[in-house]
């Protein structure tokens, strides 16, 4: 058992639909600021599914905040310090470093997202927060004084249900009162993780290698291919964006043959067909789901609220999709103590209007990183390299989600009353004097 600090009891309860990193993290946060957590996952076994991940500063942050957690993920994880950016052909357009400008905000954390996965999990154990497996969450419902869930035909009853049950959530429909059906972005990423074995003995594969763990990139038209040599050098991932009108219906888990990413990238350079070659048949071939962006992420009792993805799927140009979804755990969490247990809605309109813009323009950055990146005018690329770097904002990576809450807080309160206040003014004078 980790000897984990934990405020005081605050009498709230808690249900997290869902152990994804916006669900852990915010069972785990929740339960440090004193609340009692419940936390319910669909899937009967934890399995480590996935490849690669990455957390900025903004969210390793929170990852240090929990004792003895850095040292647990060092041995699984590694910094990025530096892109190279070449075209389709193999040429060189730009090496972006962001390890001066990134390190003062922080450390950040890259690695394979199952082992994360399994090791936040264990953690969450291992500090007492109680997570059930196998409790696939079927209905959800609120009333003025509580809220609740029912899986496996049980009634689970609480003050606050956390919806962080990703980017299908169920969540979504009782939050908008209408089903909300995920659509396609239009694009899939292939995916593989695989040991290097002797790649890089190969002199055409030697130089992403040389300084392992970085990053290397092509990109060309609507398509781009990212390749990395993590756990110094043992291990190969590539991920590669494509064009894509497949069924988004289909789980994480779609598998497609070498041979369709080979003719997504025919005539590309052929260090990537090397890759490919050494890649175990087949990839994973991921749907990127996307939804338009909420009017709101809380239900109309204002007792649930959705997280993460089930909020805001993010596409991976962002890079961010897996660090908002941890610092809507640790803003709520932050805001349910705040809010004490008699007044738990106002910790959840609280926690909407501290989120939604800067969540909103975090988004942004993966359409934008995208559309620069495939539908780039090479020439005009020629003439200005820096054109094709990656976002990686300040505003974005140089943030203390739990400090900005705390700050805000009592400010946000204040203007969400008043903003209240003028809409009940502004209500047709017929009405006030029939009422
Ligand atoms: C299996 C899997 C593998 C992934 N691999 C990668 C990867 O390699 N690289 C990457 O960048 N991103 C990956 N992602 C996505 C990434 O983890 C998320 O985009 C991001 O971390 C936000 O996480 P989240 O917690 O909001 O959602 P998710 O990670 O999707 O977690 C949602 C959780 O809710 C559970 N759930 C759903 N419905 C119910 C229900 N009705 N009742 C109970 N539980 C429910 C799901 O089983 C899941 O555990 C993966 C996601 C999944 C689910």
């Not at 349910?336 to 007044?343: A, E, F, I, P, T």
């Not at 807080?409 to 209240?420: H, M, N, R």
Request: overall charge negative; hydrophobic content about 35%; proline content about 5%.
């Amino acid at each position: 058992m980790i000897d984990f600090p934990r405020l005081p009891d605050s009498g709230i309860k808690v249900i997290v639909v869902g152990i994804g990193f916006a669900g852990l993290t915010a069972a785990i946060e929740a339960y440090r600021k004193g609340h009692s957590v419940l936390v319910l996952e669909s899937f009967p076994t934890l399995k480590t599914l996935g490849d690669v991940i990455s957390f900025g500063p903004n969210s390793g942050r929170i990852f240090r905040r929990w004792p003895g957690m850095d040292e647990l993920l060092e041995p699984i994880c590694h910094e990025t310090n530096k892109i190279l950016i070449k075209n389709w052909k193999g040429e060189n357009i730009l090496r972006q470093s962001w390890a001066e400008k990134e390190r003062p905000y922080g450390k950040n954390y890259n690695g394979h997202r199952g082992a994360i996965h399994e090791t936040m999990y264990k953690y969450a154990l291992n500090i007492g927060i109680d997570i059930r497996l196998g409790h696939k969450v079927v209905d959800y419902f609120e009333t003025e004084t509580e809220a609740g869930v029912v899986a496996n035909g049980e009634r689970f009853v609480c003050d606050v249900v956390l919806a962080a049950d990703g980017v299908r959530s169920r969540g979504r429909t009782i939050v908008l009162g209408c089903e909300d059906k995920p659509k396609s972005s239009g694009y899939a990423v292939y995916r593989a993780w695989f040991p290097a074995g002797n790649m890089a003995q190969d002199p055409d594969l030697a130089f992403l290698f040389e300084e392992n763990d970085d990053l290397c990139t092509w990109i060309g038209p609507d398509v781009h291919f990212i390749c990395a040599t993590p756990i110094k050098g043992k291990e190969f991932s590539w991920v590669c964006t494509h064009k894509d009108d497949g069924d988004i219906e289909e789980s994480w888990q779609t598998h497609a043959p070498l041979s369709e990413a080979r003719k997504n990238l025919e005539g590309w350079d052929p260090v990537i067909h090397k890759i490919i070659d050494a890649t175990p048949d087949p990839v994973i071939d991921w749907k990127l789901v996307y939804r338009d962006p909420l009017p709101t992420w809380i239900s109309p009792k204002q007792r649930i609220a959705l997280i993460g993805d089930a909020a805001h799927p993010f596409l991976p140009t962002s890079i961010q999709g897996a660090s908002q979804a941890m610092e809507d755990g640790v803003t709520l969490a932050l805001c349910l103590r705040r809010s004490g247990k008699s007044n738990v809605q106002e910790a959840l309109r609280t926690f909407e209007a501290l989120r939604y813009d800067r969540v909103r323009g975090a988004q942004k950055t993966g359409e934008t990183t995208r559309d620069r990146w495939h539908k780039a005018d090479w020439d005009a690329v020629k003439k200005n390299p820096k054109s094709m770097e990656l976002q990686r904002e300040e505003w974005i990576l140089n943030f203390d989600a739990e400090e900005y809450a705390e700050k805000n807080y009592a400010a946000t309160v204040a203007a969400l009353e008043e903003k209240e206040a003028t809409r009940k003014g502004d209500l047709p004078k017929a009405v006030s004097i029939s009422a």
